[in-house]
């Protein structure tokens, strides 16, 4: 399983930009997909995540600036980050829990992409 993400760039404080991630190879299913992020000399931290059935959470420092959204059928996710700020830049990372078997659940990291705010 592989999780390919595209859509960092660069862009100015209160700009917006769009991060998409898809899963593919061997999957039955995925649960929960999200995209952390780490800032330099900083720890990976949450972002916001997406259950299966839809239900989100999101870090209180992106809430009602983030959305994260998931298309079941595609194995894809969103984030639509809006009102950027200098301190949302990062390397994003997504993130799923996939039935890669019929009976086996693993966690997945995608290669991280770069989102650099400026100011």
């Known amino acids: 399983v592989q999780l390919q993400a595209s859509g960092g760039g660069l862009v100015q404080a209160g700009g917006s930009l769009r991060l998409s991630c898809a899963a593919s190879?061997?999957?039955?299913?995925?649960?929960?997909m999200g995209w952390y992020r780490q800032a330099p000399g900083k720890r990976r931290e949450l972002v916001a995540t997406v259950s299966r059935g839809g239900t989100t959470h999101y870090a209180d420092s992106v809430q009602g600036r983030f959305t994260i959204s998931r298309d079941n059928a595609k194995n894809t996710v969103v984030l639509q980050m809006n009102s950027l700020k200098p301190e949302d830049t990062a390397v994003y990372y997504c993130?799923?829990?996939?039935?890669?078997?019929?009976?086996?659940?693993?966690?997945?990291w995608g290669k991280g992409t770069l989102v650099t705010v400026s100011s």
């Open positions: 190879g061997t999957i039955f299913g995925i649960y929960t």
């Open positions: 993130n799923a829990d996939v039935l890669s078997t019929p009976f086996s659940e693993q966690n997945y």
